[in-house]
Structures are given as C-alpha cells and as structure tokens.
C-alpha cells in the first residue's frame, strides 16, 4: 500500500515561513490535499488539489507537488497556525483508498 | 451551510458492533458527484480513511478493515450510517464523518463533523 511520510515537528517563530513536507514514491504524479487540526477540534481542509485553498483559507496557505515529494508552505506564521499538519492523497491502486500521512506538528516558537 | 453531525455509543464492549449514523445538512447525497465518507483517529495518533459511500451507492472500504465494515445510505433522511464488527480496545478513537469531493484523480474531506470519541473497554 502507497505510504505518506512526514516529518513529526516543525517549528519556526512568528513571521516566518513554515514548510511542511509530504514524502510519497511518485507523489508528483498524485493529487495531494492538506489539512489542519488544531487540538480537541476537528480537521480542516486547507490546501487541496496540490495547491488550491478553499474559500475562507488565508493566502498565506499554499501548497506544491513534485516528483516524491508535496510540500505545505505556511508564510508570515502567525500564533494561531499552531496545530497538526495532515497531507492525504487517494491511492487508486489500493481498492480505491485514501492514504493520510503520520502528521507534522507545527510549533510557533 | 453545510454542517455535518455524528452520534453513537460512547462505550462498547469487546466484541460487540458498533453502529454510528453521520446526519448531514446543506447538501444532498443523491446529488451526482457527491460522497459521505468516515474517518477515525485514535487519541494522539494520526488520520485513518475506514469508507466511503458515493450519490450512485457505489461503496469502497479500507483495505484492512473491509471484513469488519458496512456502510449504507438513508439519502431522504440525510443520514449514512457505519457499522464496524468485532469491536476492540485497538479500535478506541474518535471517528468523524465528512463530506467528499471527487475529482478527476481521487477525493478530498472539505467539511468535517465535530467527530464522536468511542471508547472500547469492558
């Protein structure tokens, strides 16, 4: 079954950029959708299809994909954006599952 | 608005079924296009995709858990409903419903319920 790995913490003050990496064999090939999960609450759908955010999703949200490796940039980082990071793809080569990653969480210093 | 809502059982017993119905709003699951699927997390660990069902009733399940799950759709009522068999204490976690995009090369979760935490212990 096809693997996501990321990096289980990243940290970075504020004001600064955060970049949060997805590891996947040939991820490039693959549509990759990112979500936020502040504790105690729910996941969020922040980045999807590689690089588009859903409506209400601050520009500071972007994201890119290429060869084996999908990334997360979160810029001018803010108290706020602390939180787990998931990256998720649909592995059509697995009875049509859906694959997350292990999760990054993300520390404003 | 779209607002999703899952209720079930807190506790259950080793070996017993689970039964959790996700009740949906701002949409409709016989839309085309359309999916509902479940999605757990066992406390401080990561995401896990159990299913998914389609506006068509096409089903798919997690390949590890396939023997265990059903999934099925009461779409005049807004409602999808899970059942997990064979329940164990490895299968304590929270267990959220979402709404499902599809596009050309698979599915996003774009709306999220507040999830229900189920805990399994006799």
């Known amino acids: 079954s096809y693997v996501l790995t990321q990096p289980p913490s990243v940290s970075v003050a504020p004001g600064k950029t955060a970049r949060i990496t997805c590891g996947g064999n040939?991820?490039?090939?693959?549509?990759v959708h990112w979500y936020q999960q502040k504790p105690g609450q729910a996941p969020v759908l922040v980045v999807y299809d590689d690089s588009d955010r859903p409506s209400g999703i601050p520009e500071r949200f972007s994201g890119s994909n290429s060869g084996n490796t999908a990334t997360l940039t979160v810029s001018r980082v803010e108290a706020g954006d602390e939180a787990d990071y998931y990256c998720q793809v649909w592995d059509s080569s697995s009875d049509h599952s859906v694959v997350f990653g292990g999760g990054t969480k993300l520390t404003v210093l | 608005q779209v607002t999703l809502r899952e209720s079930g059982p807190a506790l259950v017993k080793p070996t017993q079924t689970l039964t959790l119905t996700c009740t949906f709003s701002g949409f409709s699951l016989s839309t085309s296009g359309m999916c509902v699927s479940w999605i757990r997390q066992p406390p401080g660990k990561a995401l896990e995709w159990l299913a998914r069902?389609?506006?068509?009733?096409?089903?798919s399940y997690s390949t590890s858990l396939k023997t265990r799950l059903t999934i099925s759709k009461d779409t005049s009522r807004n409602q999808v409903v899970l059942t997990m068999t064979s329940m164990d204490p490895v299968d304590t976690a929270t267990y959220y419903c979402a709404r499902t995009r599809m596009t050309a090369v698979g599915h996003y979760f774009d709306y999220w319920g507040q999830g229900t935490l189920v805990t399994v212990s006799s």
């Open positions: 069902i389609h506006w068509d009733d096409d089903k």
């Open positions: 040939n991820i490039g090939s693959k549509n």
